[in-house]
């Protein structure tokens, strides 16, 4: 199978920014997308890109660079719901995604 | 009502056991999956179906069988349950279109499956 790194914790302070960035196998890649799960939950979507560049929406953002297999998500103004787990995932071949090991993002007060 | 619904929410089952989970969707999805989560390892893809006449094997289909009834209903089974699938499973859907330049392509999951093989 194909392998996503991505850091496995980060801890911010509520307000804050925080960028947890992903690198993927590039044979096959077609876009990158970023799911949010909470402790005994389900991953949520949360962005998809395929091309290149930053996309936003609201809080979070996501950038995707193919030139350098890697991508990010980017949170802003950091709230304590924030504290989490976020993959990355990988679609190859029009078919189905890859997923990261997840980054749990700590927000303390 | 949820829109991928995955049966039983938690089970015990002995090793040794036969075992099915069940999802079903309202999406009008064409694509389904099976995904196992283990705590570090992220989910791996057990198998998928892009519909009713069509099965696929992912990462770690060795001890997994699957059926897909309708377009709306992809069940898992565990032929004879060993401890080491203890895990988190989650069904998870997507439309056919993952369309160059696309916004939103991405899964919708179900709630999950906690099995426990002792």
């Known amino acids: 199978g194909q392998s996503l790194e991505q850091p496995s914790e980060v801890t911010a302070v509520?307000?804050?920014?925080?960028?947890?960035?992903?690198?993927y196998q590039t044979s096959g890649f077609y876009g990158l997308s970023w799911y949010q799960q909470h402790d005994g939950g389900a991953p949520t979507f949360l962005s998809y890109n395929?091309?290149?560049?930053?996309?936003?929406?609201?809080r979070f953002s996501s950038f995707l660079s193919r030139s350098d297999s890697y991508g990010?998500?980017?949170?802003?103004?950091?709230?304590?719901?924030?504290s989490a787990s976020y993959f990355c995932a990988a679609l190859y071949n029009f078919n189905k995604f890859?997923?990261?090991s997840g980054t749990k993002l700590n927000v303390k007060p | 009502d949820a829109d991928v619904t995955q049966t039983p929410r938690n089970r015990i089952t002995k090793t040794g056991k036969r075992i099915m989970l069940e999802c079903s969707q309202t999406k009008g999805h064409d694509r389904?999956?099976?995904?196992?989560?283990?705590?570090?390892l992220g989910l791996r893809l057990i198998y998928y179906s892009?519909?009713?006449?069509?099965?696929?094997k992912g990462e770690i289909s060795d001890g997994y069988s699957v059926s897909r009834q309708a377009q709306a209903k992809f069940s898992l089974s565990?032929?004879?349950?060993?401890?080491?699938?203890?895990?988190?499973?989650?069904?998870?859907?997507?439309?056919?279109?993952?369309?160059?330049?696309?916004?939103?392509y991405g899964y919708t999951f179900g709630s999950g499956t906690r099995l426990t093989v002792v």
Do not use: H
């Open chain 2, 50 to 56: 892009f519909d009713v006449k069509d099965i696929n």
């Open chain 1, 14 to 23: 509520e307000g804050a920014i925080v960028q947890i960035n992903c690198t």
């Open chain 2, 78 to 104: 565990l032929e004879s349950a060993i401890p080491n699938q203890t895990a988190l499973y989650f069904c998870a859907t997507s439309d056919s279109s993952p369309g160059q330049g696309r916004f939103n």
């Open chain 1, 98 to 100: 890859y997923f990261g």
């Open chain 2, 32 to 40: 389904m999956y099976w995904y196992r989560q283990d705590p570090g």
């Open chain 1, 72 to 82: 990010y998500l980017l949170l802003q103004e950091l709230q304590m719901k924030d």
């Open chain 1, 50 to 58: 395929a091309l290149d560049g930053l996309e936003e929406t609201g």
